[in-house]
């Protein structure tokens, strides 16, 4: 079992910058790959960025990519979002999720961990 708590939310101007945390419990959390996934009101759950078990290879949304960054510290049981140039289209809900294979996804149904969420607001 995994818990996964995220912070770092809050409101910011466009342009802006925010860093998400996201932090997990647990002695194997390097082997598992994480997710970072948002939802705006009346959409579907999306994936912004992954990275993967141990090598820390990461994916990128094309909206996102440029701006976001995934990372990583296993020793802290920690993994990031660093949202640069911030676009009123990147308010939503922000979640990270584990994912057990280690290999990642950007398919949500995969994860199988999730945190309770931490909103993120764009303002113009």
């Not at 997990?24 to 959390?29: I, M, P, S, Y």
């Not at 979002?81 to 809900?93: H, R």
């Amino acid at each position: 079992q995994v818990q996964l708590v995220e912070s770092g939310g809050g409101l910011v101007q466009a342009g802006g910058s925010l860093r998400l945390s996201c932090a997990a419990n647990g002695r194997t959390f390097g082997s598992y790959a994480m997710g970072w996934f948002r939802q705006a009101p009346g959409k579907e759950r999306e994936c912004v960025a992954v990275i993967i078990n141990w090598s820390g290879i990461t994916y990128y949304a094309d909206s996102v990519k440029g701006r976001f960054t995934i990372s990583r510290e296993n020793a802290k049981n920690t993994v990031y979002l660093q949202m640069n140039s911030l676009k009123l289209e990147d308010t939503a809900v922000y979640y990270c999720a584990a994912e057990s294979t280690g290999r990642g996804f950007f398919d949500p149904m995969r994860y199988d961990y999730w945190g309770q969420g931490t909103q993120v607001t764009v303002s113009s």
